[in-house]
């Protein structure tokens, strides 16, 4: 499951990488952001086309936009912890940091001036030093990107604009 999780993302890799958004994991059951079968209302995919300011016909349109902007969406682990106990999720996460860590430097190749923003109030509790002790580019200075739920969607855009105004141009 992981590696199909890896194919579907790899299939819509940008040619030149702008921003990396750092989330936590695909999700359990369905509604992975990648999977192009998928419907174009899923919260997450929503909330990027929003802020691409683009209504696809469907997600492989609007997975392709988001690939043109240059943008990426990783997970530290590509093993459904959403619906594990927060400790147990975040163990499982610190535990697969290498392997993490390995597949983002392969991604930007090892470009450290890209920007990377990471959503998620654990995400960021959990890697943002580490990240940036590795040299990574973490823009966000402690500054939390919610995931983009009903009642966070507007702190989630204006967090990202924000963060990309202020921290890219």
Known sequence: MVQEYIS???????????????????????????NAEGRVSEVLFRAYMKLLKVSPKNKKEGL????????LLVNPIYQPVN???????????????DNFLSD???????????????????????????????????????????FPLHYHAKRFQDGVEKLLNHKIN
């Open 8 to 34: 579907l993302r790899n299939q819509y890799l940008p040619k030149n990488l702008s921003a990396v958004f750092i989330l936590e994991s695909p999700p359990e059951g369905h509604g992975y952001f990648y």
């Open 64 to 71: 392709e936009k988001l690939a043109e902007k240059g943008w």
């Open 83 to 97: 619906k594990l106990p927060d400790k147990e999720a975040d163990k499982l996460i610190l535990n697969n940091y």
């Open 104 to 146: 983002l430097g392969g991604l930007t190749k090892k470009n450290m001036n890209v920007p990377i923003i990471l959503v998620k109030s654990n995400i960021l509790r959990l890697l943002e030093k580490p990240l940036l002790e590795d040299g990574f580019n973490v823009i966000n200075d402690g500054f939390l990107i919610p």
